[in-house]
């Protein structure tokens, strides 16, 4: 059974940085995401990257502030999120195995909290 571990979320102030790493326990995947929830909203797609880093996308409200990347030896994927916003604070997910043919992801982290103070 495939495990995804999120680490690296904690408390910060608006305007710092932080990155969050995702680490598989095995398989190498094609395609890698991150998603994050807040409290009281659905969740939300924040980034996915292919499996040379050649393709990445991001979602319109993290766009320009957050990059995605990955190292394949180490089956891990990262995140890197700069000019922290308060509205950023949610629980932060990894996900991997996707299927294009019902554009889900397979395999889930149990997510870690950023939090963002104004």
């Known amino acids: 059974q495939v495990q995804l571990v999120e680490s690296g979320g904690r408390l910060v102030q608006a305007g710092a940085s932080l990155r969050l790493t995702c680490a598989a326990s095995?398989?190498?995947?094609?395609?890698m995401g991150w998603f994050r929830q807040a409290p009281g909203k659905e969740r939300e797609f924040v980034s996915f990257?292919?499996?040379?880093?050649?393709?990445?996308y991001y979602g319109d409200s993290v766009q320009g502030r957050f990059t995605i990347s990955r190292d394949n030896a180490n089956n891990r994927v990262y995140l890197q999120m700069n000019s922290l916003k308060p509205e950023d604070t949610a629980v932060y997910y990894c996900?991997?195995?996707?299927?294009?043919?019902?554009?889900?992801?397979?395999?889930w982290g149990q997510g870690t909290q950023v939090t963002v103070s104004s």
């Open positions: 990257i292919n499996w040379s880093g050649s393709t990445t």
């Open positions: 996900a991997a195995g996707y299927d294009p043919g019902t554009r889900t992801y397979r395999y």
């Open positions: 095995e398989g190498t995947f094609r395609i």
